[in-house]
């Protein structure tokens, strides 16, 4: 697990390098260029997305980045590369990519060539998507998004789009509320608002926002978590059109602008960002008896057996073949780890308390209650005892 870890950080730390690149072709002046990735490596979101757990969609942000840079040097075998590569972090990235090509076709009207490419882009994302849709994935048991963390707008995708058309009082009484409005500020503000002084970056932005404006649940617009990877790359893309359009209409105002960016970038990182100087998480780097004591559980637990685990212990068992979320399982796992103080993964309380019962009274499991806190289930037939040693 700790070794996704480093690969994440190394990924989005790369992002730098082709946000540079860009910045620089496109602005034309080597301090802003400067500027702009600093801002990029500063931006509070890009920290949460690393800050908890190992998430695919993380590396969505670079390789876009590095799509976008690779399309302006016209190196079109490594633009598809990045954007295949984009596209396969997540089911609902290429929805991100379909709408990077619709953007680099609609501001490029008469080239034709890059015209070409970005549709091309854009029709190679849909029909991905739609085969994703249709066949892989319920092949294999998935499905596209949580839709029931969007239940206020209706049952299902088709429902949630027709609510959308012929009731839009619901659409902004969802999607703007004073929570959101909060979220839209904060992550546009370490940017200096730039993404908005240029109109065609909605479509970069289009998937990301719809996500996290149009759902119910409260960790998706927070601005602490994974969620904001759609949007990182597109702000920061839209936000150097922004700042070249600001440019050519004031070229006298350089200074001020740079000092605007510097400020709102110094001001996001340190009162958003989670490793701040005003919130920086010391204790990460103390052991204490909780993470001791999981450890131990993980590591006692034999290599061979399917374990069903909550989000916040699932990583520590990434290296293992038969892993699920506790209450995704598709069968009742030889182990069950879970920890007896969050029910983070699960709606409420009740449903977590639902599911440690179901495997409680189910007659098939010893049951050990470890430090007051963590409960093992171990299936009666299965040669494991994770807590001997430190009841």
Not at 72 to 80: I, M, R, S, V
Not at 101 to 122: C, D, S, W, Y
Not at 275 to 299: C, D, M, W, Y
């Amino acid at each position: 697990g700790y070794y996704l870890l480093i690969v994440q950080t190394l990924a989005l730390a790369f992002g730098a390098l082709p946000l540079y690149l860009l910045a620089k072709k496109i602005l034309g002046r080597r301090d802003l260029s400067l500027i702009v990735p600093a801002g990029y490596l500063l931006y509070p979101s890009l920290h949460s997305v690393n800050f908890f757990d190992f998430h695919p969609i993380a590396f969505l942000i670079p390789a876009l980045l590095a799509a976008f840079y690779f399309f302006y040097e016209k190196k079109w075998l490594w633009f598809w590369i990045f954007m295949i590569l984009a596209a396969s972090a997540q089911e609902d990235a290429v929805l991100t990519v379909m709408f990077a090509g619709l953007f680099l076709a609609v501001i490029h009207p008469t080239e034709i060539k890059a015209r070409k490419m970005g549709l091309l882009a854009a029709l190679a994302a849909l029909i991905y998507f739609i085969v994703s849709i249709k066949i892989v994935m319920p092949y294999f048991g998935g499905g596209l998004l949580r839709i029931d963390r969007y239940a206020a707008l209706g049952g299902s995708a088709g429902e949630i789009s027709r609510n959308l058309i012929v009731n839009p009082l619901l659409f902004l009484k969802t999607a703007f509320s004073a929570p959101k409005l909060k979220y839209l500020f904060w992550i546009f503000l370490p940017a200096a608002f730039l993404p908005l002084a240029y109109p065609a970056s909605i479509l970069l932005l289009i998937p990301g926002l719809a996500e996290n404006l149009l759902t119910s649940f409260k960790n998706q617009f927070s601005g602490f978590y994974q969620y904001d990877s759609m949007l990182i790359a597109g702000i920061f893309i839209a936000g150097i059109y922004g700042l070249k359009g600001l440019l050519n209409r004031f070229p006298n105002k350089i200074l001020r602008f740079k000092r605007v960016l510097l400020m709102a970038i110094l001001a996001g990182f340190l009162f958003r960002s989670p490793i701040s100087p005003f919130s920086f998480p010391a204790g990460l780097f103390k052991s204490n008896e909780h993470q001791l004591t999981l450890r131990r559980i993980v590591k006692n637990i034999p290599s061979g057996v399917s374990v069903a685990a909550q989000t916040n212990i699932l990583p520590h068992l990434s290296d293992r073949e038969k892993i699920y979320m506790a209450g995704s399982e598709p069968f009742m796992t030889d182990i069950v780890v879970i920890d007896g103080a969050d029910f983070f993964g699960f709606k409420d309380p009740q449903h977590f308390s639902d599911y440690a019962d179901s495997y409680a009274y189910s007659g098939k499991y010893d049951i050990e209650i470890i430090k007051e806190r963590y409960i093992v289930f171990t299936k009666k037939n299965e040669a494991a005892a994770p807590s001997k040693n430190f009841q």
